[in-house]
């Protein structure tokens, strides 16, 4: 790690942009292993950011600084790593490739105005990448495809390519293909020679390459006239014009813009092959935030505001994309600026919103700014400003969280936070001492304000601290987290919160009587307990006659057998769905109090309780189950084993089906991980508390 601090303060110094339209902001989407963060990389030394690449085997890669990053040799959080090209400054946005971490990259999709898929040339497409094409298609975000490591052992660029146009539909056709040490440009039938390393030569190709790409560069020329705006187009070059290749790359570059096609690149990150294409692809054709709409924006109490553009002189609105804890500086926050311009030594309003059920209560507070700075990866380099459109990263703001809104205090704001998939692995954590519980406390609030993935559950119920993660993975980072905070943690089973009831009518007797040679204690009350329709809740009834238990006492009888209910019986969990009934009782006129009729209550639930049937319930869990039809028959024999009911099945989108089942919670505990194992990944569920229903005899109770 010494050794990768040292290359990352080698590093150029930050350059702040004045105008919106010289950003490019990209992010960096594919499956974990496709070779984003070994591109990136690679994209730095070539545009001269850094003075060499780095290696995601050695750990000395810019974007994977975190430790738990360099210990799985994988990118486990988003990483920003600005590069300059032909006057541009473009914001690489590496992001996790891995499920736990969607997070990360949900967070990367809201700060960019691109994507760029990268799909390693000897892996395929896998369900997850296509299902973030689908959803980056939803917002017309554009995109292109970068097919990576053409050095590898099994890769098969022209398969790849044909791979991604099955299966991310239309408008998918290769620019670039891999001709001997380089590549050959089918619009300008060019030759880009990499055999000398970066930036190419440009020279005439092998006759024998363009007439194996013939075929190839007839269907991109009929794909980009499609899109022309000029209907005259295909006409002509159906009857034979040879079309100019200014006309063919401004519409191109127009319809990438629009996200209507998606050009595709061979790259290999190791010998350079690509890096000046992908570069050139980004500045002109992808857009600049002038051509992207900002989010829709209010006031912090919700009444509306007209909407925002990216422009340097306008109101002041960015948002945290993503914050973290630096050993050195405290806490960084990764903003993007969406509207106006963020300068230091000025005082901000920041506001959060919405995402109270994550642990994060709304908060709004003024702060002020000391620096802002660029980042690379963990290094930051100070700049004067950041316009509209950029990307900046600010320290020590100590009220801002992942998502909140950053504006100005005369004209404060608030942006919708973007949609965040819901945790679902529960890890139960325990401190080893009483001195690490308060380092833990630290840690978990400084964790949780970072990650809108991870929720924190203080159980009351059963005593247990329970962080609900995304997946092993991210449990892993979380609690890697943890103890490098000094917080010494164990994990422990969890424990699910059960409920216990009747199962038919019984009587109780609560007497509660002492005499200490002074003021004595007198209380007497007869109950009857009945069982109620599950969810019913509790019913108190008096049918006390004659005062035989005062009436200023009758509230004390239900004080005492609520408590007693929150309590639990001799299981300790709580008694819900009963009716109790007060039917008699005694008082005395001196000794009788409060505390005597609630202590009388208690004991009466409690002989009741033993005079009758008590049943434990179990939480029932609504759970839809979106996957391939391939993994159907095994998830739903899964869910048999696991108790489950299943309520029906349905056609959902991306031809997938969806499975709606009841589930008991106890089943559930590691289901996302044995969900992962059986579909190879392919499937997700949700969830969300149905009802209690009795718990089958025999089974074990914890």
Wanted: proline share 7%; hydrophobic share 40%.
């Amino acid at each position: 790690m010494a050794d990768k601090q040292a290359r990352n303060a080698d590093t150029g110094a930050a350059v702040a942009v004045d105008d919106p339209a010289k950003v490019r902001n990209v992010v960096l989407v594919g499956p974990s292993g496709s070779g984003k963060t070994t591109l990136t990389e690679a994209l730095l030394a070539a545009s001269g950011t850094v003075p060499r690449a780095g290696s995601v085997v050695e750990g000395t890669t810019v974007c994977d600084h975190d430790p738990a990053a360099v210990r799985q040799q994988r990118s486990v959080g988003l990483s920003v790593a600005p590069v300059l090209h032909q006057g541009h400054k473009i914001n690489l946005i590496d992001t996790p490739g891995y499920a736990d971490f969607v997070g990360e990259l949900r967070a990367g999709l809201r700060a960019a105005d691109a994507a760029l898929f990268v799909v390693c040339a000897a892996e395929g497409v896998d369900a997850a990448t296509v299902a973030v094409w689908e959803e980056c298609a939803a917002v017309g975000m554009p995109r292109a495809v970068v097919v990576s490591r053409l050095d590898h052992h099994r890769a098969d660029a022209m398969a790849e390519i044909a791979a991604c146009q099955a299966a991310f539909g239309a408008g998918v056709l290769p620019l670039y293909l891999p001709a001997g040490d380089g590549l050959v440009g089918l619009i300008t039938q060019r030759y880009f020679d990499y055999s000398g390393g970066h930036p190419p030569k440009i020279g005439e190709p092998d006759p024998a390459d363009l007439e194996r790409m013939a075929e190839a560069r007839n269907e991109l020329i009929e794909g980009i006239i499609a899109e022309s705006e000029d209907e005259t187009l295909m006409d002509r070059y159906l009857a034979g014009e040879e079309i100019a290749e200014d006309t063919l790359i401004t519409d191109l570059e127009t319809a990438v813009a629009r996200g209507s096609f998606h050009p595709v690149i061979p790259v290999c990150a190791t010998s350079g092959i690509g890096l000046a294409e992908v570069l050139d692809g980004i500045v002109r054709a992808f857009p600049s935030p002038l051509e992207h709409q900002p989010p829709d924006v209010t006031t912090p109490d919700g009444a509306p505001h007209a909407a925002l553009s990216a422009d340097p002189a306008g109101p002041l609105a960015a948002e945290v994309v993503r914050t973290a804890a630096d050993s050195y500086v405290g806490r960084v926050s990764l903003v993007r600026v969406f509207s106006g311009t963020l300068r230091p030594e000025r005082p901000v309003h920041v506001s959060g919103h919405g995402l109270a059920e994550r642990g994060h209560e709304d908060h709004d507070a003024d702060e002020r700014v000391a620096h802002l700075y660029s980042p690379l990866g963990a290094n930051l380099r100070e700049v004067p400003y950041c316009v509209a459109g950029d990307l900046c990263a600010l320290t020590k703001v100590g009220s801002a969280e992942t998502g909140d809104t950053v504006s100005s205090p005369d004209e404060p704001l608030l942006m919708e936070p973007w949609a965040m998939p819901e945790p679902l692995l529960p890890v139960a954590v325990v401190a080893k001492t009483r001195s690490d519980e308060d380092t833990l406390a630290r840690n978990l609030s400084r964790l949780v304000a970072g990650d809108p993935t991870l929720r924190l559950d203080r159980n009351a119920e059963t005593n247990q601290l329970v962080l609900w993660c995304m997946g092993e993975a991210h449990a892993d980072v979380v609690l890697s987290r943890l103890r490098a905070g000094g917080a010494d943690v164990d994990t422990e089973p969890v424990k699910i919160s059960l409920r216990s009831t009747f199962t038919k009518p019984a009587k109780g007797h609560g007497r509660h009587v002492k005499q200490s040679g002074g003021h004595g204690q007198f209380a007497v009350c007869d109950i009857e307990v009945e069982p109620l329709p599950r969810g019913s809740g509790f019913q108190f009834v008096d049918k006390v006659v004659g005062g035989a238990v005062p009436h200023q006492f009758i509230p004390s009888v239900e004080k005492g057998v609520r408590a007693q209910l929150q309590k639990g019986l001799a299981d300790g969990h709580p008694v819900v769905d009963v009716k109790v009934t007060l039917v008699d009782g005694k008082a005395h006129s001196v000794d009788s109090s409060d505390a005597a009729f609630q202590t009388a209550g208690a004991l009466a639930l409690r002989e009741a309780a033993a005079n009758g049937h008590i049943t434990m319930l179990e939480p029932l869990e609504e759970v839809a189950i979106r996957l391939p039809d391939e993994h159907l028959g095994t998830v739903l024999g899964d869910l048999s084993s696991r108790r489950g009911r299943v309520l029906g099945t349905e056609a959902g989108e991306g031809g997938r089906t969806v499975i709606r089942a009841e589930v008991p919670a106890t089943e559930l505990v590691r289901y996302l991980i044995d969900l992962r194992s059986m579909t190879s990944g392919t499937a997700t569920f949700t969830r969300r508390h149905a009802r209690f229903e009795p718990m089958p005899e025999g089974m074990a109770v914890h």
